[in-house]
């Protein structure tokens, strides 16, 4: 029973590291929603880059994304989050994504839900010690949590889900 606590663990350790990518893309996470006129903090670990040189917002199946806005430039690998002020008309959708750096070397974000707005009330759920709008702005470092993340050919690894699966079979052994 020890053994296969330790190897689910390792399983787990394993799952948050992005060895194809550039990062490790711990906000926005799979699933989640945010409304358009808010704030969110996107956050990050393990960067292999010093420059993020964008961070952009997509839209589509996750193997087809087509971008819709760079949402920020040349951003500090190193600071570990970004505070994205999501414009009031970005339009509603199910389908959005991040995709971070520049092909072949990114990292993607898994797809989360924007939401008609109608004020500046923030729906993110990591920390932040300050905020950044537009092109070449950086905020300070952020709390890390799974994500889902991908390679540089774009297909998702469903990070999250291993990682909310494994926890599930690790609680079960207990």
Do not use: H, R
Request: hydrophobic share 40%; charged share 5%.
């Amino acid at each position: 029973m020890i053994k296969s606590i330790v190897a689910i663990a390792a399983l787990a350790a394993s799952a948050v590291v992005n060895a194809d990518g550039i990062l490790s893309v711990t906000a926005p996470l799979t699933g989640a929603s945010y409304q358009a006129g808010s704030t969110a903090i996107v956050s990050w670990v393990n960067p292999s880059v010093t420059t993020i040189t964008q961070i952009v917002l997509a839209q589509g199946q996750s193997t087809a994304l087509q971008p819709v806005k760079a949402i920020a430039t040349n951003v500090t690998a190193s600071s570990g989050s970004y505070t994205w002020n999501i414009p009031s008309d970005t339009p509603p959708g199910t389908n959005y994504a991040l995709e971070f750096g520049t092909s072949p070397n990114m990292s993607f974000s898994g797809q989360f839900s924007i939401t008609a707005g109608s004020g500046g009330s923030s729906n993110s759920s990591s920390n932040s010690s300050s905020s950044a709008s537009g092109a070449g702005s950086t905020s300070t470092a952020a709390g890390a949590k799974s994500s889902s993340s991908t390679s540089s050919a774009g297909k998702l690894a469903p990070v999250a889900v291993a990682v909310a699966a494994v926890g599930a079979a690790a609680w079960a052994l207990c």
